[in-house]
């Protein structure tokens, strides 16, 4: 495993937040990633399709993990700004969001991402993404608030 692939790996495992919607990472690529999370009735709408909000979190996580993988090594990541456009309902059997850098600078990466619904094999397009991520300076162990 490459150390940009570790690195992000790394980070995605210490996400609580993935883990509570059953999310795991597919794939990791230079600039890429793929992030797919399973039907849950815990994570439906009124309407029975799974949440908006669960969606975009894989979108976002994918969308950050991808600008990740091509930060300097003592850096991380965090999403300042996205927009999302919900083009169909979100019903299927699992659902995968797949991101890439389209353009990465000193502080920021412009990302883009699409969520697909799965339904016996079949992805069906159901959001898409566009991401501004910025790149933060690591902090030492123990600093900040609250970790």
């Keep these: 495993m490459e150390a940009f692939e570790k690195k992000v790996r790394d980070s995605f495992g210490r996400q609580s937040f993935m883990s509570t919607i059953g999310a795991e990472m597919v794939s990791v690529g230079r600039g890429t990633v793929e992030i797919r999370f399973p039907f849950s009735a815990k994570l439906t709408q009124q ?34 700004e996205f927009k999302v456009s919900f083009l169909s309902p979100a019903i299927g059997e699992s659902f995968v969001a797949r991101a890439s850098v389209k353009r990465a600078g000193k502080r920021l990466a412009v990302c883009t991402a699409d969520a697909f619904a799965v339904q016996a094999g079949e992805e069906k397009l159901i959001a898409t993404m566009l991401a501004t991520i910025m790149n933060m300076d690591l902090k030492p162990a123990g600093a900040g608030s609250g970790v």
Excluded at 47 to 69: E, K, P, Q, W
């Design 47 to 80: 309407n029975r399709f799974v949440h908006a909000g669960a969606v975009t979190s894989i979108m976002d996580s994918a969308c950050g993990y991808a600008a990740l993988s091509i930060a300097p090594e003592a850096v991380d990541v965090l999403s300042v």
